[in-house]
């Protein structure tokens, strides 16, 4: 919501200050009557009104509104603010900032939040409050006064509404548990395939794979046998360069009968060769 604007402002107009401009030349200006350099700071109590009303009582902004504000004191003999609202509370959070001018330590910004409820159990908005005071305020004058529960004749604040940014910021959580969940995958595909789980070859004719296999023969005839399927192979592959069909068909059924001729040889090795004497005495 757009303020009031005044009608002395030059066009194209806009109202951003730093830290140090609200505190030299606003704030200060408004705590020693001064007139500031432009009157567009109405003068108001924001603690009489929830922020989502404070808009209209504005006479410039759009995204942020610019108050001078009393300040008083939670309890008579303290130096609490109060910081009550009508529907909530405002709740500091951070760190309070020093501000400099020329090296000189002129004022402080506080940071609240606007909490809807009562305390503790008030609900978070995304209402953002700047408090700026100065640095040599007037609140230990007023605690000498009894009664009194005046703590700052005038404090700045910047009040305005952060985007909603709840959303958009679990998504983006959600979206990097994805791409981290994928770069997970990612790197367990590489470790398997490119990883020491490739290089886990099966062992085919090592020294101890062919002492296991002694078991069932000895070595020099497994060899003979292997050399004999070769020649099996070589053979059947010569035959199938041939012309004559009942030769092909000869030589195909010798090739056969030494090809089951060996099996059985190769499968009578397999019988092992410690028998229970048990047995042969039967």
């Not at 506080?110 to 700026?132: C, N, Q, R, S």
Request: proline letters at 7%; charged letters at 20%; aromatic letters at 12%.
């Amino acid at each position: 919501m757009v303020g009031k604007i005044s009608s002395d402002l030059p066009p194209g107009f806009r109202f951003h200050p730093t830290d140090e401009e609200l505190i030299m030349y606003y704030l200060r200006y408004q705590a020693t009557s001064r007139p500031c350099p432009v009157s567009i700071i109405p003068e108001i109590d924001v603690y009489k009104f929830d922020p989502w009303e404070l808009p209209e009582k504005a006479e410039f902004g759009e995204n942020e509104w610019y108050f001078f504000t009393p300040r008083d004191r939670k309890y008579p003999n303290g130096v609490r603010p109060n910081r009550a609202a009508v529907s909530g509370y405002w709740k500091a959070t951070g760190t309070d900032k020093t501000i400099y001018s020329a090296n000189k330590y002129v004022g402080i910004k506080k940071a609240l939040v606007f909490y809807k409820g009562k305390p503790p159990k008030g609900v978070k908005t995304d209402w953002i409050m700047h408090e700026y005071r100065l640095s040599d305020s007037k609140s230990q004058t007023y605690s000498k006064q009894s009664g009194s529960m005046r703590l700052d004749d005038w404090v700045l604040c910047r009040i305005y509404k952060k985007k909603n940014l709840g959303k958009p910021i679990e998504m983006m959580k959600v979206e990097e548990e994805e791409l981290a969940a994928q770069n997970v995958s990612i790197n367990n595909a590489i470790e398997v395939v490119g990883g020491p789980q490739t290089m886990k070859l099966p062992r085919i004719c090592s020294l101890s794979h062919l002492l296991e296999l002694d078991y069932y023969g000895s070595i020099p005839q497994l060899l003979s046998d292997n050399l004999l399927y070769d020649d099996q192979s070589y053979t059947m592959n010569n035959v199938s360069n041939t012309s004559n069909v009942d030769q092909v068909s000869s030589q195909q059924q010798n090739t056969n009968n030494i090809t089951s001729n060996n099996c059985n040889i190769f499968f009578n090795y397999q019988q092992p060769l410690f028998v229970n004497p048990t047995f042969q005495s039967q």
